[in-house]
């Protein structure tokens, strides 16, 4: 069974930088597409970056030039560095990665982490 963890979450002032890490265990052949998303109280949850299996990435207008979504596929880790970070990215973030694992081509959601940007 896959399982998605995350880390690297908390409280940051403006301005300040995070880098998020979503672990992935269990019986992994590949990590193709993968997105972080993030749900503030009162909001739907929206796609924050995302990645494809061939590495094209798509940010929201929000992130684009503070965010930047990776993978280390050695350690089967994706990763999203913040940068310049605002109130407004206040939210717990959630990642999403598709995964070939014994059944096939499978997603998986982490159990999301809180990131608070306040002074």
């Known amino acids: 069974q896959v399982r998605l963890v995350e880390s690297g979450g908390g409280l940051v002032q403006p301005g300040g930088s995070l880098r998020l890490s979503c672990a992935a265990s269990?019986?992994?052949?590949?990590?193709?597409?993968m997105g972080w998303y993030r749900q503030a109280p009162g909001k739907q949850r929206e796609l924050v970056a995302a990645?494809?299996?061939?590495?094209?990435?798509n940010y929201a207008d929000s992130a684009k030039g503070r965010f930047t979504i990776s993978r280390d596929s050695a350690k089967n880790t994706v990763y999203l560095q913040m940068n310049s970070l605002k109130p407004e990215d206040t939210a717990v973030y959630y990642c999403?990665?598709?995964?070939?694992?014994?059944?096939?081509?499978?997603?998986?959601w982490g159990q999301g982490i809180q990131v608070t940007v306040s002074s």
């Open positions: 990645s494809t299996s061939g590495g094209t990435t």
């Open positions: 999403n990665v598709n995964i070939m694992t014994v059944g096939g081509l499978r997603p998986y």
């Open positions: 269990g019986i992994i052949f590949s990590i193709n597409a």
